[in-house]
C-alpha cells in the first residue's frame, strides 16, 4: 500500500490520468498484440531473440520513457537490435530505433490510434462504399490498417502503397504485408525529399505529419491534385502549423498548402483532429 501511494503520488495530473484511463496493456489489448509483431519481424533479423527478454526491454522501455531525464539509449538496442554490442557504428542509426518505438508505444493508447488512425480508415470505407486502395505517404508503422486489420479480419483494403524514407519501420511494414499477404507497392525516397506519385493507383490518401519534414511539400500537393482529376480518391491530410523552424521541420507553416486544394475545388468533408478529409467537388 505505501509502495502504491507513493506511486501515485510521484506522478503529474498527466500521467495519473494516461495511468488510470488511457493506458491498456492487457495480453487481449493492442499493444500486446503489436509487440508480439515486433518480436516476430526481429526474429527474422536476429534468431537468437528471446521473447522473455524482448518483452522485458519493452516494458522498461515504457517506464523509463515516462522519465525525461533517463537515457533509453541502451534499451532501445536491447530491444530492437540485441547484437549492437559488436558493431558500435550502429549507434548512429538510433533515429530510427527511437521513431519504431515510439510508434509501439501510441499502441497503449487504443483511443489515440482510434482518433488518429483506425477512425479515418472506417470513415473512408464507408465514404467510398468499397475497399480501398490505400497511399500511405510517410506512414511509419501503418496503425490504421493494422489496427483495422486486427479488429475486423475482413476485406477493407485491396492493397496498400507505401511511401517512406529508408528506416526500420519501413523494413517493418513490409515484413508485415507479406505475413499477412497483403498486396503490396513500397517506394523508398530520400528523407526530407519529395516523393512523386505519379502513375500510382489509389482511392485513399493518408499522410499524417510528412509534410513538414518535405523539401517541396507543393509539388506533392499539386500532383495529389492532379491525379485526383480521375481517381477521385479522398485525401486524409495533416496541414496543420507545426511552430517554428527546426531542422527537421523544414516547411512548418503548411496552411498555405490548403489553398492549392481550394483552388483545385477541394473541400473539406470530415475533421478528425489535426487531420482533414479533402474530397473534389465532382
Not at 528471446?50 to 517506464?63: G, Q, R
Request: glycine fraction near 4%; hydrophobic fraction near 35%; proline fraction near 4%.
Amino acid at each position: 500500500m505505501y509502495k502504491l501511494k507513493t506511486f501515485i503520488l510521484n506522478l503529474s495530473i498527466k500521467k495519473i490520468y494516461n495511468f488510470l484511463f488511457l493506458s491498456d496493456i492487457k495480453k487481449t489489448g493492442y499493444f500486446s498484440y503489436l509487440t508480439d509483431l515486433y518480436f516476430q519481424f526481429l526474429l527474422n533479423k536476429f534468431p537468437e531473440l528471446n521473447k522473455n527478454e524482448f518483452e522485458k526491454s519493452i516494458n522498461e522501455l515504457i517506464t523509463n520513457s515516462q522519465n525525461q531525464n533517463k537515457d533509453i539509449t541502451t534499451f532501445l538496442y536491447d530491444a530492437f537490435e540485441p547484437n549492437y554490442k559488436n558493431n558500435l557504428n550502429n549507434y548512429y542509426k538510433l533515429l530510427e530505433k527511437q521513431i519504431f518505438f515510439r510508434f509501439l508505444e501510441y499502441s497503449i493508447n487504443p483511443k489515440l490510434i482510434k482518433k488518429k488512425y483506425s477512425d479515418i480508415y472506417d470513415f473512408a470505407f464507408e465514404e467510398i462504399n468499397k475497399p480501398l486502395e490505400i497511399l500511405e505517404i510517410g506512414g511509419g508503422v501503418c496503425h490504421g490498417l493494422i489496427y483495422n486489420l486486427w479488429k475486423k479480419k475482413g476485406n477493407f483494403y485491396k492493397n496498400l502503397i507505401y511511401i517512406e524514407a529508408d528506416m526500420l519501420h519501413a523494413e517493418f511494414t513490409s515484413w508485415f504485408c507479406e505475413k499477412y499477404k497483403i498486396p503490396l507497392t513500397k517506394k523508398i525516397f530520400p528523407a526530407s525529399k519529395t516523393p512523386t506519385i505519379t502513375g500510382l493507383n489509389y482511392n485513399f490518401v493518408f499522410a499524417k505529419d510528412i509534410f513538414e519534414h518535405l523539401d517541396n511539400p507543393e509539388t506533392l500537393i499539386n500532383e495529389l491534385c492532379r491525379n485526383n482529376q480521375s481517381s477521385h480518391a479522398l485525401l486524409c491530410l495533416d496541414l496543420e502549423h507545426k511552430g517554428p523552424l527546426t531542422t527537421q521541420h523544414i516547411n512548418p507553416n503548411l496552411p498555405v498548402l490548403k489553398e492549392i486544394l481550394f483552388k483545385n475545388n477541394f473541400k473539406v468533408i470530415k475533421k478528425f483532429g489535426d487531420i482533414s478529409v479533402w474530397k473534389k467537388n465532382i
